[in-house]
């Protein structure tokens, strides 16, 4: 596809459950960034890859919070036992690297109930 | 840890007005300053990158300026449009090796232009 590609766009999730979001960044793009955006506010960001290596977790608000990229394309946020906390829209960005513009996807919109 | 605040936020507008959307950071060791547009239930797509050497950045009706030494940016758009209403975002990009991509955004401005 012509864009970075996140999946599912909505997911509805009871407190508790294990949720998996996906995202296809655009092909050759070797820089993939998750952000995590709330209701109201800016995105703010969470882990950077570059290819299959996660050079940057800091922004990961616990250890329920889990990224994988491990053939250097695909990537997948995980979030354990979800809390209604974790409600946001989690947002994929992809990029050719070094100071090349971002292109982001339409992101997964997570609802914990 | 950098912080970015937008004033105001959120404006509406008449049609044809030009306005002003504010952004101010504050850590002026930045990479770059970008301004994105979000479009409701939509990703972010970017309108304009002002690198930290620069002081402003023109694409059609946006102009987009940059003062690192007060730690302001301001996006100015001409002759707005309802098709401008979004949520407009402002984004630094950290220097000192982190300017990798990694982006604090601010709270964003709701802009409302009506017909």
């Known amino acids: 596809g012509a864009g970075v590609s996140q999946s599912p766009r909505y997911k509805v999730a009871k407190r508790g459950q294990d949720v998996a979001l996906r995202c296809d960044p655009i092909?050759?793009?070797?820089?993939l960034f998750w952000y995590q955006q709330a209701l109201g506010q800016g995105p703010e960001f969470l882990t950077y890859f570059q290819n299959e290596a996660q050079l940057d977790k800091s922004g990961l608000p616990s250890d329920r919070f889990f990224a994988e990229r491990p053939e250097g394309s695909v990537s997948t946020l995980k979030i354990q036992r979800t809390q209604q906390e974790d409600s946001a829209v989690y947002l994929c960005a992809s990029s050719l690297g070094g100071n090349s513009p971002l292109h982001f996807g339409n992101g997964t919109r997570l609802t914990v109930t | 840890k950098q912080e970015v605040t937008q004033i105001p936020a959120a404006l509406s507008v008449p049609e044809g007005e030009n306005l002003v959307l504010n952004c101010s950071f504050t850590?002026?060791?930045?990479?770059?300053l970008q301004w994105f547009r979000q479009d409701p239930g939509k990703g972010l797509t970017s309108l304009l990158l002002i690198q930290s050497s620069q002081r402003e950045q023109t694409s059609g009706r946006l102009n987009a300026s940059l003062d690192k030494s007060s730690g302001r940016s301001t996006l100015y758009i001409a002759a707005s449009q309802p098709g401008d209403s979004a949520t407009y975002l402002c984004a630094s990009e950290g220097a000192g090796g982190t300017s990798y991509g990694k982006l604090t955004f601010g709270q964003g401005t709701i802009l409302t232009v009506h017909p």
């Open positions: 850590d002026s060791a930045i990479y770059n």
């Open positions: 092909s050759g793009h070797v820089s």
